[in-house]
Nanobody, 124 residues
Framework: QVQLVESGGGLVQAGGSLRLSCAAS????????MGWFRQAPGKEREFVAAISWGRGYIPYADSVKGRFTISRDNAKNTVYLQMNSLKPEDTAVYYC?????????????????WGQGTQVTVSS
């Protein structure tokens, strides 16, 4: 079975940094887009960042642009999210996902495999 395992979440002070990783197994995912989403308490799941299989198209949500960086290692079937200058409003459960095509989408229904999520808490 396909599995995505996220790691790297935790508690950090405002202005700090965290690096999330997501390792996919059970198949080859290098030809598909991969993305990160997050869900804060009382809110719906929202798009954070995504990256095409060839790393040529990398969209970011406006709220994280300039602070977060998504990257991928296709040989390892792994996607990363480097989060810098964290703010309390970044607090959420972060999920990685595999898209249905090589082109990144911004909607949850454009992704077919999901990780279990990892909690990121930013204190003020």
């Amino acid at each position: 079975q396909v599995q995505l395992v996220e790691s790297g979440g935790g508690l950090v002070q405002a202005g700090g940094s965290l690096r999330l990783s997501c390792a996919a197994s059970g198949g080859t995912f290098s030809t598909y887009a991969m993305g990160w989403f997050r869900q804060a308490p009382g809110k719906e799941r929202e798009f954070v960042a995504a990256i095409s299989w060839g790393r040529g198209y990398i969209p970011y949500a406006d709220s994280v642009k300039g602070r977060f960086t998504i990257s991928r290692d296709n040989a390892k079937n792994t996607v990363y999210l480097q989060m810098n200058s964290l703010k309390p409003e970044d607090t959420a459960v972060y999920y990685c996902a595999v898209g249905s095509s090589p082109v990144p989408g911004l909607r949850t229904d454009e992704y077919v495999y999901w990780g279990q999520g990892t909690q990121v808490t930013v204190s003020s």
